[in-house]
């Protein structure tokens, strides 16, 4: 199982980046949750945005709402974060992250949204936004 982050890089504020994570080892058409999580220095990991494969329910951080969308493309068992209008706190490692999740099997997509909540791990990748 193996997840691949790409499209981090160094952004001016207010500009957009779209991420992307690709699958491998698995396949996330049914049954999982999917999620991206943004670690900055000094700080714990955090979930920006997940999303229940099964039924598109979705979650975002306060801080990503109205700036940030999840996406997947099933078909290529690919995810994507697109950030727009992003800030100088917006700075971090971005990872993505998976796990089976069955959507009506109990629990909210945002009650997984967190580090013990996901099975499966990227590496991360880096946003670096300048103010």
């Known amino acids: 199982v193996q997840l691949v982050e790409s499209g981090g890089g160094l952004v001016q504020a207010g500009g957009s980046l779209r991420l992307s994570c690709e699958a491998s080892?698995?396949?996330?058409?049914?049954?999982?949750?999917i999620g991206w999580f943004r670690q900055s220095p000094g700080k714990e990991r955090e979930g920006v945005s997940c999303?229940?494969?099964?039924?598109?329910?979705?979650h975002y951080a306060e801080s990503a709402k109205g700036r940030f969308t999840i996406s997947t493309n099933n078909a290529r068992n690919k995810m994507y974060l697109q950030m727009n209008s992003l800030k100088p706190e917006d700075t971090g490692n971005y990872y993505c992250?998976?796990?089976?999740?069955?959507?009506?099997?109990?629990?909210?997509?945002?009650?997984?949204?967190?580090?013990?909540?996901?099975?499966?791990w990227g590496k991360g990748i880096l946003v670096t936004v300048s103010s």
């Open positions: 080892g698995f396949t996330f058409a049914n049954n999982y949750a």
């Open positions: 992250a998976a796990s089976r999740f069955v959507a009506g099997s109990g629990g909210s997509i945002g009650s997984v949204c967190n580090y013990y909540g996901m099975s499966y």
């Open positions: 999303l229940s494969v099964d039924d598109g329910h979705t």
